[in-house]
């Protein structure tokens, strides 16, 4: 029995809970899934040896809600063209695929790197509402991708980040606030060594209940009004 099959539900959790968070998830993610790798494709060809084209975001981490089509894609160059003046380069590259939007930065501030945004936005007969692709081209350097390692949560920390979400998604400053505490308690069990770099999981079941006890609750508001992450 691996960490995962060792997680016990809560015993107050809804019987329904599973079932409420698959309602609220976007039904067409295995769709978006498959546009991903083939646009993922379509930029590869076109960006030099070594670098990596990875898929971000809630996408990857099957937290992501109704109707929100977005996938994020990162361009993650090695040390050799990560300046400005090559990334501008692979930036007019692959303008065709995905238009340029804007310049935007990475890193923490005092420690910014260059990087551009892309985006591209259109529709699928398909799929209901518009698709959005941004992509980030960046240095790899300073790059972890956290929802790889979200993706290895227990199913029912996932289903209550997507109910979460759904509950505030009309209300911008709740809804930031419970992705702030999710991505506060991914970065802190990243830093106890919770994950290898593969993303597997090697922390104990207690480390992860230390860490949803302080940056996650039993319910939506027992989350909302945790303090500002410090992590």
Do not use: C
Not at 81 to 102: C, G, H, L, M
Request: hydrophobic share 30%; glycine share 6%.
């Amino acid at each position: 029995m691996n960490d995962q099959e060792k997680f016990t539900p809560r015993p107050e959790q809804e019987p329904d809970f599973h079932t409420r968070a698959e309602q609220a998830r976007n039904p067409y993610q295995d769709k978006l899934r498959v546009i991903s790798n083939e646009y993922s494709e379509k930029l590869r060809v076109l960006l030099p040896k070594g670098s990596i084209v990875d898929l971000g975001g809630s996408l990857l981490s099957n937290t992501a809600l109704k109707g929100h089509n977005d996938i994020d894609l990162r361009i993650l160059l090695p040390e050799e063209y990560a300046t400005e003046e090559k990334i501008r380069e692979i930036s007019n590259a692959i303008n065709d695929i995905v238009p340029f939007q804007k310049v935007r930065p990475v890193g923490s501030p005092g420690n910014e790197k260059f990087a551009v945004m892309h985006q591209l936005e259109f529709e699928k007969e398909e799929i209901e509402g518009g698709i959005e692709i941004e992509t980030s081209v960046r240095p790899a350097e300073g790059y972890i991708g956290f929802a790889k390692f979200q993706s290895t949560f227990p199913q029912e920390l996932l289903d209550e980040y997507v109910i979460f979400k759904d509950q505030t998604k009309e209300d911008k400053k709740r809804y930031k606030k419970i992705k702030e505490q999710f991505y506060a308690m991914t970065r802190w069990l990243y830093s106890q060594g919770y994950w290898d770099e593969a993303g597997k999981v090697v922390g104990t079941p207690e480390i992860l209940q230390e860490a949803q006890k302080t940056f996650w609750g039993d319910d939506l508001e027992a989350v909302i009004s945790k303090p500002q992450p410090e992590i």
